[in-house]
């Protein structure tokens, strides 16, 4: 007796994957230096480089034009991303506080993306660097964040680079401008919003 064999050939059909399109944000980075931006300037300025350990640098009262220099500028932030990625915002947290009564803490950051003198030196005249003012209420006895920027705050300017966050060009230069009491600052980080490049297009067959 002979059998009879049936075959049904499914219909191949094509589906396509875009590739990953989704932001990403990179960990709170620590500076991996700091120096001084004149002959005088913060006290113990590297106890702000290596994260909340209750280790504090003592930024001096704000005394122009005699007075000593409240800037400090801080690099070697690590920052890595892949190729052509696009650069969303750019945020900074300082953990401080007063160093002596309540009050109003007043401060300047600055961002540099290119190395040139008068970024290293926190002299901001809006070659290769931008600068946002923060004023902020502060209770004596209590440390506070300060987080200028945020996931698409690109600091007035229309884009960044990854190259221009590498350590080789990158520069965050923080000034105290408070002028009745000293602060104390335990902690500098900086995150930085971004979207990868999109992953190629996958192609996958369905036997329908």
């Not at 059998?3 to 875009?18: G, N, R």
């Not at 000293?182 to 996958?204: E, F, G, H």
Request: aromatic share 14%; proline share 8%; net charge negative.
């Amino acid at each position: 007796m002979k059998k009879s064999f049936w075959f049904v050939i499914s219909a191949i059909s094509l589906v396509v994957l875009p590739g990953n399109l989704f932001a990403a944000v990179t960990d709170w980075h620590d500076p991996g230096g700091c120096g001084d931006c004149s002959a005088t300037g913060w006290t113990d300025p590297w106890n702000a480089c290596d994260g909340v350990d209750n280790d504090w640098a003592t930024v001096p009262i704000y005394d122009p034009p005699s007075g000593p220099s409240t800037n400090e500028c801080f690099y070697n932030f690590g920052f890595t991303f892949p190729d052509n990625s696009t650069i969303d915002g750019i945020e900074i947290a300082v953990y401080c506080k007063p160093g002596s009564s309540s009050g109003f803490l007043t401060s300047v950051f600055r961002l540099a993306w290119a190395t040139c003198p008068e970024c290293i030196t926190c002299n901001c005249n809006g070659l290769y660097c931008v600068q946002k003012n923060e004023n902020t209420q502060m209770t004596m006895n209590w440390s506070w964040y300060i987080t200028p920027g945020g996931s698409t705050d690109k600091w007035d300017r229309t884009s960044w680079t990854p190259s221009e966050l590498s350590d080789t060009n990158f520069r965050l230069a923080i000034q105290s401008t408070t002028e009745d009491q000293t602060v104390l600052v335990d902690s500098v980080k900086v995150r930085v919003y971004y979207t990868p490049p999109p992953t190629p297009s996958a192609t996958i067959l369905v036997w329908n």
